[in-house]
């Protein structure tokens, strides 16, 4: 049996608004846990960052390491706390991170001129550390860019194993998308990653190899076959 420790981060991270509203995404971490079980059931000592952690199989979760996470914030803490202690060989980073955080909530007070043609709105940023009221007639949400996590795993926290990275698009061709994947990979120093556009989430995904060696550098592979596949690539 392989021993082999790996870290899977599955799920969505969600963006709060106030202390009862909030921002996500449709993604819930059926991929990264379907992966998770998969590579238990193959020996490996594995521990899952979820956001659902219901998702998992009643017979995994006494054998897969489960820790939850809620926010960008909580699964970057957990991250960090978990692949700078060191002892994985394999991180497979799944999760759908927010590409944004919040960063106030606004509401037109005026308008003022400008050059007598256009007109620039005024606002104030209402308090958001309880509820915001619904009284409103329109509200503003300010948002600004999170730092891409998968970056951070060799950067910034020295990470040495296997890295395997995750892209998702829209509406896009096979071509498109293993350019704009294999582009991602060489940005993060990855190993492996798997792209897959939204339209075909269910059908089918590629696995593209920064080592043209290990792999045909690219392989395509049946949605339900993917975690099957992801283990032989990462294991040889």
């Known amino acids: 049996m392989n021993k082999r420790t790996v870290l899977v981060t599955a799920g969505n991270t969600r963006v709060p608004i106030d202390k009862v509203r909030g921002l ?4 819930r971490g059926r991929t990264g846990t379907m992966i998770a079980e998969y590579f238990r059931q193959q020996g490996c000592n594995v521990t899952l960052l979820c956001s659902h952690p219901h998702l998992v199989n009643f017979c995994s979760r006494a054998a897969v390491k489960i820790v939850k996470y809620s926010t960008y914030d909580e699964l970057e803490a957990q991250m960090r706390t978990l692949i700078t202690g060191g002892g994985f060989d394999t991180v497979i980073h799944s999760a759908a991170v927010s590409d944004y955080r919040f960063a106030g909530t606004y509401q037109r007070v005026g308008n003022t001129a400008e050059d007598g043609k256009r007109q620039a709105l005024i606002v104030e940023e209402l308090d958001s550390t309880g509820k915001i009221g619904s009284n409103h007639d329109e509200l503003w949400l300010r948002l600004t860019p999170t730092a891409k996590l998968i970056d951070k795993i060799r950067q910034d926290w020295g990470f040495k194993g296997t890295l395997v990275k995750f892209k998702l698009q829209v509406d ?16 993060s120093k990855a190993d492996f990653i798997v792209a897959n556009t939204l339209e075909d989430l269910t059908a089918k995904a590629f696995i593209i ?22 283990y032989r690539a990462v294991m040889q």
Request: no cysteine; proline share 5%; glycine share 0%.
């Open 172 to 187: 896009m061709s096979d071509v498109e998308l293993i350019r704009i994947a294999s582009e991602s990979l060489a940005k």
């Open 209 to 230: 190899s920064a080592e043209s060696e290990k792999l045909a550098n690219i392989v395509p592979v049946n949605r339900a076959d993917l975690p099957s596949a992801l």
């Open 24 to 27: 996500d995404n449709i993604f």
